[in-house]
């Protein structure tokens, strides 16, 4: 059987959009049973509203540059096209839906169950309880390469998040690798197609272990003292 997923992210004019906030860019990843196939869909949006000063200092998408961007209900069909038949997957799935949902409820089409969605905010929190889980975090933990994320960006951060989604399944496939590079980034209108390669990251085993996970193991390790049952394991005396 087949399984096709949607990896999306979203870039907005705000947090709140039930008070107005706006959707100003989408990027997404496809997926078919966790292995990318080099398509992905990327499209800027004119919010017709102000972006807030906090979201700018997040993305750096100012109201000039989306100025000459298409509206929501322009993009909304190939949209939708490409995310039909296919489970999303997404990280803090709650807000993303929840902006879309409201974009959707201006073009009338159907809502997205938010059920349906894969969080893999919520499938972090579950494999590493208590740890930060924000994509930055994830990615430093799983040794996944996201120095050009100076700037949070919906593309970008799909491709960081497929990454992330697998490891978080522990599905690593050889190989995997998603460098989008559409020809026309800033452009006007929605951008589909298949990802230039690049070059392959070190596949060299990285410790996934924080260094505040290291120092509260070997503080753990102190506590047990000298002669703990523990040492005879490994041939270790208490005066070792």
Known sequence: MTLREIVLDTETTGTEHASGDRIIEIGCIELFNHIPTGKFYHVYINPQRPVSAGALAVHGLSDAFLSDKPVFSAIVEEFVEFIRGGRLVIHNA???????????????????????????????????????NNLD????????????RTKHGALLDAEILAEVYIELIGGKQVGFDLSMQPSARGGVGPQTGAAAPREARPRSILSRLTEAERNAHEAFIQSLGPNALWRDYIGESPSD
């Open 137 to 148: 975090a994830l990615c430093s933990r799983y040794g996944i390469d996201n120095s050009k």
């Open 94 to 132: 709650a807000f993303d839906v929840g902006f879309l949902n409201a974009e959707f409820a201006r073009t009338g089409h159907p809502q997205i169950a938010l059920a349906d969605a894969v969080d893999t905010l919520s499938m972090a929190r579950r494999k590493h309880p208590g740890a930060a």
